[in-house]
């Protein structure tokens, strides 16, 4: 028995435009989405930016009382798997509720909404014997996020196994991972899997604020987000969700679903090295990058595109370069790499699911998106990250590679449809 | 290679005994460790009962390095001091194995919640250059798999998973997962901790916790008296391995135990509240045993859920009816002695059942005097009750609509 | 907020900051001679020098240039640093 994993659907809520379109828009034509911070008043806050979504929840199909019950995060996440549903026509497609898994991966869960009932019950920081009068009922659902991935289940009527991944920034990429998993040892046929977070609140941006990990460039909000180039000095915090639809390839071809990729391979590792830091030598990184091609049966060589994690920060982009180096070795620097977080920012635990949505979107467009702002290329980074302009490229399998704050470094690789159909 | 996953060590903080043989030796005794709430001053909310660990039963600063002490929230200390013990028990020291063949994946409920009031404190109280450069990673859902992995040198596949009280037997069934797809060893389990005034009026919010002030009334699983639960803290770090290593490992004069097989493991989720459809705990209970090969009857005990409020308890005991008939197997609901501990619990309810397994024995349900007779189980209570061992079947439920089931075996 | 002319920060106090802030590696004897040890020696990284110099920041009043601080790789050098502004800034004020 030898299940395949593919894409029939993608949902995209990103920062710059809903939907998928309005995303492949925005990054295929390098424009970007970072602009001062609107969630809240940021003055006295080192990093002031952010990529935020115009997302209007009702718009968006959901009804006020799912808006009141869900955070901000639940409700990104439902209308991105409500968009996948759509295109990949599963909800028509008769599959029994529990043939349908869920993974969703998610950093911070609800944050925003567990700080702003903080902000209530302890009088604004004033009380630590916080007031039980007047917490919201959904509090115990802002508490534990598995509450994101119920949503998800609710909306797309799955009763087989759901779970929130909370892998740091690896999340979006280490859930993908664990429904492919799901799948292909046959306990599910489909899986709603991705990810989601809606971090832009006081508490943390203040806390990247601490660790001086995102940008202070508050002057130019546009150009703040510089992977890969010399003046880089920080990431841009940004919200965001991404729902693919994974199934088994035989499923999807018997109900003549379109097979937009195959979700070839998989694989992570951990740096036990620091919860915030990353050596330079991109060891790790570079051996997750291993597994996923052997698991996908793709030769280094093979790689047409590499979707880079590309933070903006300078450990990150030195660590990258070298994994990459490592694990597809001279073939590396004839492989285009780009970072779409130069456009949308880094929202956490959604952005690994929402660069896989990208490398899908690239495959099927024949289009790589490029890394904006990339104009003093940083010496010690040497391969090619496709600066400011998208670059037309058919290409047959693509990677999207991922680091996260505690040590987690994740890599998935992507194929054509015809490669699976062959 | 078998691919077969055994539990070889464990790591347990209880509110009823830190160290598993202060635990297991405290459930056989059927002492309790629901006490008044010390860790903040509960009397202006209803509930004032918890599961708490006492501060002298584990002090962090014997147990944690000092440099980790002002980084880490209590529920991480825990983790880290317990992931210390399972690896003492299993005599396995990470340093001799290959640093990519073990990995680590727990499961967690809301992170180190104490440690992110404070820095919430800080920040609306005086403001956001107050926020600790802590706060980045040591409030988050990642962070004790993160720190376990760090101070271990494990650099395997690793994750944390968060489907509330589920979560202990998921973080359990992915590392299974992993030692199948070959990974020779996994930390698993779950801690959690939220015993802050923040984290009290979470669990408050939900309208289930026992408001009654007698520890030995307030939270009674499946009884006519059931009238909600209490939480806890705490939770069991296990030691996985693959089989043929375990026995490879022994042959060469480890000693070590093999505690039992995670024989089998399934998660299924409830349709949302308003539907007519069915919940989905009977099913996952079917799944996991079928995962295993192995019959209702086979089974010689279950850990239930134990919710203790009425509907959730005849929920669980219907879906027990069903699969093994009107009282057809022992149910254990040690959960009584320690309150319910998020994804914590149902770890410590695997570590519990594997030493059943081993010593051939059922702990009673603490205080319960009886389960109520319209809930038709075999619910064992008052004294622990000997029994031939060999299959025990695990449950738990999180909320929101999770059910995940695991099935034990003793080792062959 | 009108000060009296700022005492710079010492060794001693700076010992006190960082083990409130970051705590004490069992192997290290921070009472010792340890102005010219690398922190990275102390089993300091740079998280524990962020908190310890946020900690400054907030008990001293002043804000620090993070590039300079960034430089600082041993505790004389974090000191001169962080006296730099302190006793600047009273000056100032004074």
């Known amino acids: ?422 | ?412 | 907020m009108s000060e009296a002319v700022q005492e710079p920060l010492s060794l001693e106090d700076l010992v006190t900051v960082l083990r409130e802030s970051a705590g004490e590696d069992e192997e290290v004897d921070l009472s010792g001679d340890i102005a010219d040890v690398p922190f990275s020696d102390l089993g300091y990284d740079s998280l524990a020098l962020l908190e310890t110099a946020g900690r400054v920041q907030r008990q001293y009043g002043i804000v620090l240039d993070d590039e300079a601080m960034a430089a600082a790789e041993t505790p004389r050098l974090f000191l001169t640093a962080v006296n730099e502004v302190l006793c600047g800034a009273a000056s100032n004020a004074g």
């Open chain 2, 1 to 412: 290679m078998t691919g077969k996953a055994v539990v070889t060590g464990l790591g347990v903080i209880a509110p009823n005994g830190v160290g598993t043989k202060e635990y297991w030796t405290a459930l056989l005794r059927g002492h309790s460790g629901i006490r008044p709430i010390e860790r903040f001053d509960p009397s202006g909310y209803p509930t004032r009962l918890a599961g708490e660990v006492p501060e002298d039963a584990f002090s962090a600063a014997d147990h944690v390095p000092r440099r980790l002490l002002p980084q880490t929230d209590r529920v991480t200390r825990m983790a880290l001091a317990a992931t210390d013990w399972a690896f003492a028990d299993a005599a396995v020291d990470p340093a001799d194995l290959p640093d990519f063949e073990m990995g680590v994946a727990t499961a967690n409920s809301a992170g180190g919640y104490e440690f992110g009031q404070r820095e919430l404190q800080n920040l609306w109280g005086s403001g956001p250059e107050y926020v600790s450069a802590y706060q980045s990673f040591a409030w988050f859902y990642a962070v004790n798999t993160g720190q376990i992995s760090i101070r271990n040198g494990l650099r395997g596949p690793s994750a944390a998973l968060v489907t509330e009280q589920a979560g202990g037997l998921d973080a359990l069934g992915h590392s299974r997962r992993s030692i199948r797809k070959g990974t020779a060893l996994m930390v698993s389990g779950a801690m959690d901790s939220s015993l802050c005034p923040w984290g009290w009026i979470a669990h408050q919010s939900t309208g289930l916790l026992s408001t009654r002030p007698d520890p030995e009334q307030a939270y009674l699983p499946f009884s006519e008296l059931a009238c909600g639960h209490l939480p806890g803290e705490g939770g069991a770090i296990l030691v996985l391995e693959e089989a043929g290593r375990v026995r490879d490992r022994i042959a060469r004069g480890a000693t070590t135990q093999v505690y039992g097989e995670i024989a089998g493991y399934a998660a299924t989720f409830d349709p949302p509240p308003d539907s007519d459809r069915p919940d989905t705990l009977r099913r996952a209970a079917e799944l996991a045993l079928a995962d295993a090969g192995a019959e209702p009857g086979e089974v010689d005990v279950v850990f239930a859920d134990a919710a203790g409020n009425p509907a959730a308890d005849e929920a669980e005991a219907r879906a027990l009816r069903e699969l093994f008939g009107e009282r057809g197997v022992p149910v254990a609901a040690p959960k009584a002695l320690t309150g319910r501990l998020g994804s914590g619990g149902a770890a410590l309810d695997v570590a519990t059942a594997l030493l059943s397994l081993r010593d051939q024995v059922i702990p009673p349900a603490g205080p319960v005097t009886a389960a109520a007779d319209r809930h038709g189980i075999d619910l064992v209570v008052g004294a622990p009750r000997s029994a031939r061992l060999r299959t025990a079947l695990v449950l738990a439920r999180g909320h929101g609509g999770f059910n995940s089931a695991l099935v034990l075996r003793t080792p062959a």
């Open chain 1, 1 to 422: 028995m030898n299940r395949r994993v593919v894409v029939t659907g993608i949902g995209v809520m990103a920062p710059g435009g809903s939907g998928v379109e309005e995303f492949w828009d925005l990054i295929s034509s390098g424009r970007t989405a970072t602009r001062p911070i609107t969630a809240f008043d940021a003055t006295g806050y080192r990093s002031r930016i952010a990529a935020e979504c115009d997302f209007d929840p009702l718009a968006h199909g959901l009804t006020p009382r799912e808006v009141r019950r869900m955070d901000r995060a639940a409700q990104l996440a439902t209308a991105a798997t409500r968009e996948a549903l759509r295109n990949s026509g599963i909800a028509e497609a008769g599959i029994a509720p529990h043939r349908i898994g869920v993974s969703l991966g998610s950093a911070v869960g609800c944050s925003v909404s567990l700080e702003e009932e903080y902000a209530v019950v302890s009088d604004s920081g004033r009380k630590w014997l916080v007031d039980h009068a007047y917490t919201s009922p959904h509090l115990f659902n802002y508490f534990v996020p598995g509450s994101l991935a119920a949503e998800v289940a609710w909306a797309g009527g799955a009763e087989g196994p759901a779970a929130v991944i909370s892998d740091g920034c690896t999340s979006g990429l280490d859930a993908l991972g664990h429904a492919a998993d799901l799948i292909r040892e046959g306990t599910v046929d489909v899986v709603l899997a991705g990810g989601t977070d809606a971090p832009i609140s006081p508490i943390t941006v203040a806390c990247f604020d601490a660790i001086k990990a995102t940008t202070p460039r508050n002057d130019d909000p546009e150009h703040a987000s510089r992977p890969f180039d010399r003046t880089r000095n920080g990431f841009v915090l940004a919200e965001g969700a991404a729902v693919l639809v994974l199934e088994e390839y035989e499923h999807a071809r018997r109900r003549g679903a379109r097979i937009l990729a195959e979700f070839a391979g998989f694989g992570t590792r951990s740096n036990a090295y620091h919860m915030t830091g990353l050596r330079t030598d991109g060891r790790e990184m570079a051996e997750a990058i291993r597994i996923a091609l052997e698991q996908g049966r793709v030769a280094p060589e093979s790689i047409g595109y590499v979707n880079a994690h590309g933070s903006g920060t300078k450990q990150n982009d030195i660590h990258e370069t070298s994994a990459v180096k490592r694990s597809l070795g001279e073939h590396a620097r004839q492989t285009p790499m780009s970072s779409i977080k130069s456009m949308v920012g880094h929202s956490l635990g959604a952005i690994g699911a929402i660069e896989v949505a990208a490398c899908v979107l690239a495959m099927q467009h024949d289009l790589l998106p490029p890394t904006a702002n990339l104009h003093e290329p940083d010496p010690a980074c040497d391969l090619d990250y496709i600066p400011n302009t998208a670059r037309e490229k058919r290409v047959d399998a693509v990677l999207s590679i991922g680091s996260g704050f505690g040590g987690f470094q994740s890599a998935v690789v992507l194929t054509r449809p015809e490669r699976t159909a062959a």
